[in-house]
């Protein structure tokens, strides 16, 4: 495997380190690019309970290109049945490498 971008291993590393609330997010042990995330329900909301599993990839050009995010779990808004997900950050226009993983 080829050796990982800078950023990737620091910015995982940040993630392991100092973990999002409601979400679990942990590289693929075959593939540091792959992400497997777990998100939560917020508390308080119609979602309080669920939990929905994602996909996230990164492209070799990360960060200077956009991240892949697919839902695995079956989902209501802004989520195709692909599992695409319909928000501003995830397209090519709005994308920024100012980004980072913890945004997503």
């Not at 910015?11 to 593939?31: G, M, R």
């Not at 991240?67 to 692909?82: G, H, I, Q, R, S």
Request: charge should be negative; aromatic fraction near 8%; proline fraction near 9%.
């Amino acid at each position: 495997m080829a050796r990982l971008p800078c950023r990737i291993v620091k910015e995982t590393q940040h993630l392991l380190a100092e973990p999002v609330p409601i979400i679990k997010a942990e590289p693929d042990e075959s593939n540091a690019v792959d992400f497997h995330v777990v998100i939560a329900g917020s508390q308080d909301s119609p979602f309080e309970g669920d939990t929905f599993k994602l996909e996230l990839f990164l492209p070799e050009e990360y960060p200077m290109a956009v991240p892949k995010v697919c839902f695995m779990t079956e989902t209501y808004p802004n989520v195709d049945k692909l599992g695409t997900m319909c928000l501003d950050i995830l397209k090519d226009k709005a994308w920024t490498r100012l980004y980072v993983m913890n945004n997503i």
